[in-house]
């Protein structure tokens, strides 16, 4: 049966999400013009994709997520499977304690599998059970029941964030005081300094694009991707991101950039690595590249937002910035300042800021945390994130919508980087080659790899 190319972007586009496009930029770059770029086209063959006693499970988890999804239209981030499987979640829209009875039936029918021999598949089955798990608990959250931060972290994305306090904090806000001496407060006088290296509004597209095609061009010397793998980039507002990946089949992506606020140079590369290369774009394509059409693992053609998936999904793509720009300040310096109209002078002292400032990105976790535990407000949460964030107040309300709509999911940015990057050195070896940790990361995109396998 043909791929149906489901997302809950696409599907809801002219009533959920009524994007206001600022510019569209279609980014078509074929891979034929690579020339020696290694890459590999769609397996026509397929001698892995042997019957299994899970396929039928793996089905049935496919299409609780997609009931599930009848409930909470942010949950299916990304269908690709068969259209029909699709059309009859749709038609049935099952009640929530009917897929929370199916979801627990179908966690002891896995269950009952033996652990097999053969380590890529005894990791399928623990996938399986670990994103059943995962799902159970969305369904008792959509059905009314509240968690704690931790508790719904760990229920929902298998990790919890052990927890961060002000002491650690106003050690990094310090180390700034002295890189920008001046009058005001740290926050102001931060949004002062970064204010100087926004990217002009007319400059924005001719940035990212290049950008984008040199992650691209990097992280193709390390991961084979299939021939026709391709994205179209787009510019939207009104939303309380700073980026997204619609995932759409055969090696495709919409790559999204919100331009609400003024972009900062640095925010090129984040998000044309973490969206794009060797991000959230990669990992889709690596995964329905190697589990499903080589395998047949059809519970891979799915992708549930709230579950363990999305931990290694955010952490590897924030990974993903540190290996693919190493060099990012000689970058910055060399290429994107001068294609901005920047100063090229001042890049040492602003990627020494940002490095700083990225060490407070913990701030965001214990907000969120007493904020959704009702131990701090909202009005207190955003006076949080300007002082201890160092976000300008616009930024700090921007990310208090995002704690709103996608509460303890912020554990997965850093937390999940954290873990990636740990278990890509330990694993890699001491001395590693950049090589070598290329290798071990792209083996940790390829394989159905959960938070419990970081570790």
Same mark, same amino acid.
């Given at each position: 049966?043909?791929?149906?190319?489901?997302n809950r972007g696409y599907a809801m586009l002219t009533t959920f999400r009524r994007v206001s496009l600022l510019a569209l930029a279609s980014v078509l770059l074929a891979c034929a013009t690579r020339g020696a770029t290694p890459t590999?086209?769609?397996?026509?063959?397929?001698?892995?994709?042997?019957?299994?006693?899970?396929?039928?499970?793996?089905?049935?988890?496919?299409?609780?997520?997609?009931?599930?999804?009848? +409930?909470?239209?942010?949950?299916?981030d990304a269908y690709y499977g068969p259209e029909a499987w699709a059309k009859e979640a749709e038609a049935a829209k099952l009640p929530l304690p009917v897929i929370g009875e199916r979801t627990a039936a179908l966690v002891k029918q896995v269950e009952a599998v033996p652990v097999p021999g053969d380590a890529l598949v005894a990791m399928r089955r623990r996938f399986l059970l670990?994103?059943? &798990?995962?799902?159970?608990?969305?369904?008792?959250?959509?059905?009314? #029941?509240?968690?704690?931060?931790?508790?719904?972290?760990?229920?929902?994305?298998?990790?919890?964030?052990?927890? +961060?306090?002000?002491?650690?904090?106003?050690?990094?806000?310090?180390?700034?005081?002295?890189?920008?001496?001046?009058?005001?407060?740290?926050?102001?006088?931060?949004?002062?300094?970064?204010?100087?290296?926004?990217?002009? /509004?007319?400059?924005?597209?001719?940035?990212?694009?290049?950008?984008?095609?040199?992650?691209?061009?990097?992280?193709?010397? +390390?991961?084979?991707?299939?021939?026709?793998?391709?994205?179209?980039?787009? *510019?939207?507002?009104?939303?309380? @991101?700073?980026? *997204?990946?619609?995932?759409?089949?055969?090696?495709? &992506?919409?790559?999204?950039?919100?331009?609400?606020?003024?972009?900062?140079?640095?925010?090129?590369?984040?998000?044309?690595?973490?969206?794009? !290369?060797?991000?959230?774009?990669?990992?889709?394509?690596?995964?329905?590249? +190697?589990?499903?059409?080589?395998?047949? @693992?059809? #519970?891979?053609? /799915?992708?549930?937002?709230?579950?363990?998936?999305?931990?290694?999904?955010?952490?590897?793509?924030?990974?993903?910035?540190?290996?693919?720009?190493?060099?990012?300040?000689?970058?910055?310096?060399?290429?994107?300042?001068?294609?901005?109209?920047?100063?090229?002078?001042?890049?040492?002292? *602003?990627?020494?800021? #940002?490095?700083?400032? #990225?060490? =407070?990105? !913990?701030?965001?976790?214990? /907000?969120?945390?007493? !904020?959704?535990?009702?131990?701090?407000?909202?009005?207190?949460?955003?006076?949080?994130?300007?002082? !201890?964030? =160092?976000?300008?107040?616009?930024?700090?309300?921007?990310?208090?919508?995002?704690?709103?709509?996608?509460?303890?999911?912020?554990?997965? *940015?850093?937390?999940?980087?954290?873990?990636?990057?740990?278990?890509?050195?330990?694993?890699?070896?001491?001395?590693?080659?950049?090589?070598?940790? @290329?290798? /071990?990361?792209?083996?940790?995109?390829?394989?159905?790899?959960?938070?419990?396998?970081?570790?």
């Amino acid at each position: 049966m043909a791929p149906f190319v489901y997302n809950r972007g696409y599907a809801m586009l002219t009533t959920f999400r009524r994007v206001s496009l600022l510019a569209l930029a279609s980014v078509l770059l074929a891979c034929a013009t690579r020339g020696a770029t290694p890459t590999s086209a769609p397996s026509t063959e397929s001698p892995m994709k042997t019957p299994s006693v899970l396929d039928s499970s793996a089905e049935q988890y496919v299409k609780l997520v997609l009931a599930v999804g009848q +409930h909470d239209a942010d949950y299916v981030d990304a269908y690709y499977g068969p259209e029909a499987w699709a059309k009859e979640a749709e038609a049935a829209k099952l009640p929530l304690p009917v897929i929370g009875e199916r979801t627990a039936a179908l966690v002891k029918q896995v269950e009952a599998v033996p652990v097999p021999g053969d380590a890529l598949v005894a990791m399928r089955r623990r996938f399986l059970l670990t994103q059943l &798990s995962a799902l159970g608990a969305r369904v008792r959250m959509l059905s009314g #029941e509240t968690l704690k931060f931790d508790e719904e972290s760990q229920a929902l994305y298998a990790a919890r964030d052990p927890g +961060h306090t002000e002491a650690e904090f106003e050690a990094v806000l310090a180390e700034l005081e002295r890189l920008v001496p001046s009058q005001g407060s740290l926050s102001e006088r931060v949004e002062r300094f970064r204010k100087d290296f926004v990217i002009p /509004v007319e400059k924005l597209d001719a940035v990212f694009r290049a950008a984008i095609e040199e992650s691209r061009r990097r992280t193709l010397k +390390h991961v084979a991707l299939p021939a026709h793998e391709t994205f179209t980039l787009e *510019y939207v507002n009104n939303k309380p @991101w700073g980026g *997204y990946n619609w995932f759409k089949g055969s090696a495709k &992506s919409v790559i999204q950039i919100n331009t609400d606020l003024p972009l900062f140079i640095m925010r090129a590369i984040d998000l044309a690595a973490h969206e794009g !290369y060797p991000g959230h774009h990669v990992y889709n394509a690596l995964l329905e590249q +190697h589990l499903v059409h080589e395998r047949g @693992w059809v #519970e891979f053609s /799915v992708y549930p937002l709230f579950s363990p998936m999305s931990l290694i999904a955010e952490g590897s793509a924030n990974h993903g910035i540190e290996l693919a720009f190493p060099d990012a300040e000689a970058y910055l310096r060399d290429v994107l300042f001068p294609l901005a109209g920047l100063d090229p002078k001042r890049a040492a002292d *602003y990627v020494r800021m #940002e490095e700083l400032t #990225e060490k =407070l990105s !913990y701030v965001v976790n214990e /907000v969120a945390r007493r !904020y959704l535990d009702g131990t701090m407000s909202r009005e207190e949460g955003r006076d949080w994130l300007v002082r !201890y964030g =160092l976000l300008s107040p616009e930024r700090a309300t921007q990310r208090m919508a995002f704690i709103d709509h996608n509460r303890s999911y912020v554990i997965n *940015y850093n937390l999940g980087r954290d873990m990636v990057k740990q278990y890509v050195e330990r694993k890699a070896g001491s001395g590693a080659s950049h090589e070598r940790r @290329w290798e /071990v990361f792209r083996e940790l995109l390829s394989s159905p790899a959960l938070p419990a396998d970081l570790r």
